[in-house]
């Protein structure tokens, strides 16, 4: 995989998990945790957002054989998601997944953590396509093992990011966490399209030729 590849991948799964996007929701769900207790939800939720990339990463592409679903198919799909995305934070729309009291009210940390902090706010639909399209530009060995230590630096921000929540709010304020999210939803809009334009190619041949 080339290093402009490389650095694509990781600033468009950065961009979809958004972690300083993140934080005003992870706050509400901790606000009445200790610190201990915050470390421990927000080391669980990093191992589940890891696990569940690598294997998007690994078997994405089989399950959607499974489903019958084209890898163009997909990418014009998930870069319409991802241009869905993109609009909303740049509108500083809330774009993550709403929940409900009860999943306010749990008292497990573990669950918490993992649904629904990893899952769907962090490693949610975007996250887990933009993923699977990049696997499509694995061609060797080296690549896929190049691949993990992307993921785990993707995760490994959103873990700083979560374990320093309370310190980066303070600093940036909500004006700042705004500005971040809207320059990210500038990166993501841009990849958005390439990706749409990519997949329409390998679905209509006439249009790739004109590429």
């Known amino acids: ?13 950065l ?6 996007g993140a934080l005003p929701m992870f706050m509400g769900l901790t606000k009445n ?6 470390k421990s939800m927000v080391r669980v939720c990093s191992i589940a957002v890891f696990v569940t990339l690598v294997i998007s990463l690994f078997i994405g592409k089989k399950i959607l054989s499974f489903f019958g679903i084209s890898i ?3 990418t014009v799909g998930g870069g319409i998601l991802i241009f869905s995305m993109a609009t909303s ?4 729309k809330d774009v993550e997944s709403k929940l409900t009291q009860d999943e306010m009210d749990d008292d497990s940390i573990r669950e918490i953590g ?10 949610g639909p975007g996250a887990i396509s933009t993923t699977i399209i990049y696997a499509q530009k694995l061609t060797s ?7 993990i230590p992307i993921l785990f630096l993707a995760v490994l921000c959103i873990y700083i990011a979560l374990i320093n929540a309370n310190t980066i709010s303070e600093k940036v304020g909500q004006l700042g966490v705004n500005v971040t999210t ?17 997949g329409l190619a390998s679905i209509l041949p006439i249009l790739k030729a004109q590429l």
């Open 15 to 20: 961009s979809v998990v958004n972690p300083i």
């Open 182 to 198: 809207r320059v990210m939803g500038l990166f993501l809009l841009a990849m958005s399209v390439e990706m749409i334009t990519n």
């Open 114 to 123: 993992i649904v629904p902090l990893a899952i769907p706010l962090l490693a």
């Open 89 to 92: 934070m740049i509108n500083a």
């Open 72 to 74: 163009g198919a997909f």
């Open 1 to 13: 995989m080339k290093t402009a590849h490389m650095i694509s991948f990781f600033v468009a799964l």
């Open 33 to 38: 945790l200790s610190k201990t207790q915050r």
């Open 141 to 147: 060995p080296i690549d896929w093992a190049l691949s």
